[in-house]
């Protein structure tokens, strides 16, 4: 489906939840758990993190980490503090930079980033015109009043590529295709392209996930592969939604993020709960999502390290606390050294929270 038709059914999706969302009138309690559903959900969860993680698991971890490793992206550590600054996906390494002149293809950021868009949709850069775009803003290419209010522009890069080819200097054709391939790369959100990306590589099919370049899709996929087993019905997809802070991780699954402003004040059984309803009503509000792989389970430090794609820009792997029993720490918090010790902020501000970390993780999808 071309990126232009799948904004317009987004579009119409959005519309279509809302109805559904005021028809059912959503009741997320902060008891949700408590719903007969969750505790089925959970007894299967439990048993399945109790036996070591399968084959495809370890392809998932070992691909995830392999591309981290070739893509040189940042670190964060157990604090939430970014100890490595890494290759973002709009440079090249520093040691191609140094050089001057020449540099390996897969040391560009957007190249190996293009790469996952490519794995995605299955076509070459000139295929992708309706699946990636820029953004601009009318205008502001020619004024100079900073206090002008812009209307946003979005161009697919499909026109803009064959405009390129019109260029008859070849250095210079080169040049404009791949600033507007880049300029894609920086503007379209990539981070689930890359987790289909690491599934196609470890050996996923379509029949069991997804491919999709919207996190949105294979959670909720993952909440009706649960749906399914509570109602003892065949399902054939290899992710269950489980909930995250009584369900220890393994290598293979993925821990989920959501950021909607809408759900701020929500507890994550409470959102739990709220896209378990929606998935069984055919709605579908919530858009702001991340999910990481889980590549690495460190048990005798009660650490876990995950990947994610365009995490600060980059490929970047996350070192989190685990709680005694193992499972993911709700305390992923940490401060920039206390009140005082960073005095550029207004008077009186609250000490900034420098714990990237820190995010509202609300869900594990569980290899099954």
Known sequence: MSRRRLRSLEEFMRATACLVAVAIGFAAAAHAEDLPFWPAVQATCTATAATPSGALGQRIA?????????????????GGRLIHFGLT????????RANGREARLDSLGWWRVLA?????????????GDELEVRGYRGAADSQDAAQIAERLRVDIGPLLKAADGI??????????????R??????????????????????TATGFAFSNAHR?????????SAAEVAHKTDARIYRACPLATTRPRVGDMICLEREPSLAKLSAAAVRERI?????????????THCEVVARIDAPARK??????????????RKMNLTRDMKLSPVQSGRCGGAGAWTLAEPGAAPENCALNDQKWFVLLQLR
């Open 183 to 204: 300029a894609a790369i920086v503007d379209t959100p990539w981070s689930a392209a890359f987790i289909s990306y690491v599934m196609r590589q470890a050996g996923a």
């Open 62 to 78: 070992q691909a995830a980490r392999a591309e981290f490793d070739a893509f040189g992206g940042h670190r964060i550590d157990a």
């Open 304 to 317: 876990i390290y995950t990947i994610g794609g365009n995490v600060l820009n980059a490929v970047t792997a």
């Open 89 to 96: 996906e709009a440079e090249s390494r520093r040691e191609d």
């Open 217 to 225: 899709v294979y959670i909720d996929d993952a909440f009706a592969t």
């Open 276 to 288: 378990r309803q929606e998935v069984a009503a055919g709605a579908r509000t919530l858009q702001r």
């Open 168 to 181: 008859a200097d070849p250095a210079q054709r080169e040049a404009m295709r791949e600033a507007i391939i």
């Open 116 to 128: 996952y868009w490519r794995a995605l949709y299955g076509v070459a850069a000139g295929g992708l």
